[in-house]
């Protein structure tokens, strides 16, 4: 069923989801075919620390969800990678509001994936990451209940 889908499909399948709205994430654009992500957070100044800044816990945890889902979308949600090890580079301080996030399936063999990615705010990129990944299998999910079908059981 999902082979088929389109790029386009999959993200307006997985921007109508009701489960996964940390940082208000939006998918912008994809490419599985690449394995790249183009991604949209809009962060809240609760995930700021006193300084104003968002916090470095949150802003890699945004840049882990871009990369991560890069490799997704490509597997067209069958597979997930679980983080074994990330290096974020923090550039720039991150404020609240619009932050983009790109994805990039670096190198993915049977069992490892390599993935990089960044955050950009104000046209200046303020992150960079990389990581590397175990392949997992995704657990099953019910596209209904994840798009908000309130008859779904």
């Known amino acids: 069923m999902m082979d088929n889908i389109s790029d386009s499909d999959l993200i307006e399948l997985f921007n109508k989801n009701q489960l996964f709205r940390l940082f208000n994430l939006t998918v912008l654009e994809v490419n599985t075919k690449e394995g790249t992500i183009k991604v949209e957070f809009d962060v809240d100044e609760k995930f700021c620390n006193p300084a104003g ?4 816990g949150i802003v890699s945890g945004m840049v882990d969800d871009a990369t991560a889902l ?3 979308f490509q597997n067209k949600f069958r597979k997930r990678p679980p ?18 996030g790109y994805g990039n399936v670096v190198k993915s063999g049977k069992n490892i994936v390599f993935l990089e990615g ?10 960079t990451a990389s990581s590397t990944c175990v392949i997992a299998d995704m657990p099953q999910i019910n596209f209904k209940k994840m798009i908000g079908d309130t008859n779904a059981k």
């Open 53 to 56: 800044d968002v916090q470095g």
């Open 83 to 100: 983080t074994i090890e990330l290096k974020t580079n923090f550039l720039y301080p991150t404020k609240p509001g619009k932050v983009i």
């Open 118 to 127: 960044s955050l950009e705010q104000n046209n200046k990129t303020v992150v």
């Open 70 to 72: 890069a490799f997704i």
